[in-house]
């Protein structure tokens, strides 16, 4: 698989926005320029307050809405064993969406919705959801080699390979400090890493895992 994390971005179909804290202007440009533009519940608070383009859909339970505006779609869920980033992901997934979708609003803010955000990104298969903040980004990569481009938006520095999954094994080549066959997970024996970052800024990097990992670097935040 090939990653490239980048201008291709502004020119997406689908963006979507959480109702969390922090945002780039890499996805502030995709949103104005996306053709379907989702929040999740709240989320189109942040997105007015930000001068943004009104959603086209708003997904979740609704409790968060402050005020409902004509020419948006709101679609009213009430399940409470799943979250409206959840919610969102079903949609998009009934509608046929697949591949990258950069999520803004996504990182900052409470703990618990950060781990439970991160732990969304295998939830729907076909989707690859790309958090951004507003100084660093995270996204799944799934079993296999992904090569990651460095781009005019990653920095090539911060980078961290989290696990999505039960201890799978994983070798990065082109790393500062690479891992081979090392298993990641949170247990004594166990390993990630973090604060790593690419040897070469214009070189690509390979990461070869047996199951799902979260990649993460920091990002220029551009206005």
């Given at each position: 698989?090939?990653l490239?994390l980048?201008?291709q971005?502004?020119?997406c179909?689908?963006?979507?926005?959480?109702?969390?804290?922090?945002?780039?202007?890499h996805?502030?440009?995709?949103?104005?320029?996306a053709?379907?533009?989702?929040?999740?519940d709240?989320g189109?608070?942040?997105?007015?307050?930000?001068?943004?383009?009104?959603?086209?859909?708003?997904?979740?339970?609704?409790?968060?809405i402050?005020?409902?505006?004509?020419?948006?779609?709101?679609?009213?869920?009430d399940?409470q064993?799943?979250?409206?980033?959840m919610?969102?992901?079903?949609?998009?997934?009934?509608?046929?969406?697949?591949?990258?979708l950069?999520?803004?609003?996504?990182?900052?803010?409470r703990?618990?919705?950060?781990?439970?955000?991160?732990?969304?990104?295998?939830?729907i298969?076909?989707?690859?959801?790309?958090?951004?903040?507003s100084?660093s980004?995270?996204?799944?990569?799934?079993?296999?080699?992904?090569?990651?481009?460095?781009?005019?938006?990653?920095?090539t520095k911060?980078?961290?390979?989290?696990?999505?999954?039960?201890?799978p094994?994983?070798?990065?080549?082109?790393?500062r400090?690479?891992?081979?066959?090392?298993?990641?997970g949170?247990g004594?024996s166990?390993?990630?890493?973090?604060s790593?970052h690419?040897?070469?800024k214009?070189?690509?990097?390979?990461?070869?895992?047996?199951?799902p990992?979260?990649?993460?670097?920091?990002?220029?935040?551009?206005?």
């Open positions: 698989m090939l490239r980048g201008a971005d502004a020119a179909e689908a963006v979507l926005m959480l109702n969390g804290f922090g945002v780039c202007g996805v502030t440009r995709a949103w104005n320029n053709s379907l533009r989702m929040c999740a709240g189109i608070d942040k997105v007015a307050a930000a001068g943004l383009r009104d959603p086209t859909h708003v997904v979740g339970d609704m409790d968060s402050t005020d409902r505006k004509k020419g948006i779609t709101y679609i009213k869920q399940c064993n799943t979250t409206d980033f919610k969102c992901l079903t949609v998009l997934d009934g509608m046929g969406y697949k591949g990258r950069p999520v803004g609003f996504a990182l900052g803010g703990l618990d919705h950060l781990f439970t955000n991160t732990r969304t990104l295998t939830y298969p076909s989707i690859l959801p790309v958090l951004f903040g100084v980004l995270i996204t799944p990569l799934t079993p296999g080699t992904t090569t990651v481009y460095p781009t005019e938006l990653l920095t911060g980078v961290g390979l989290l696990p999505l999954a039960d201890s094994v994983v070798t990065t080549k082109g790393l400090w690479d891992l081979t066959d090392a298993t990641l949170f004594p166990q390993s990630w890493t973090s790593n690419f040897a070469d214009a070189c690509p990097i390979e990461i070869t895992t047996s199951k990992v979260a990649f993460t670097c920091e990002i220029y935040n551009e206005k």
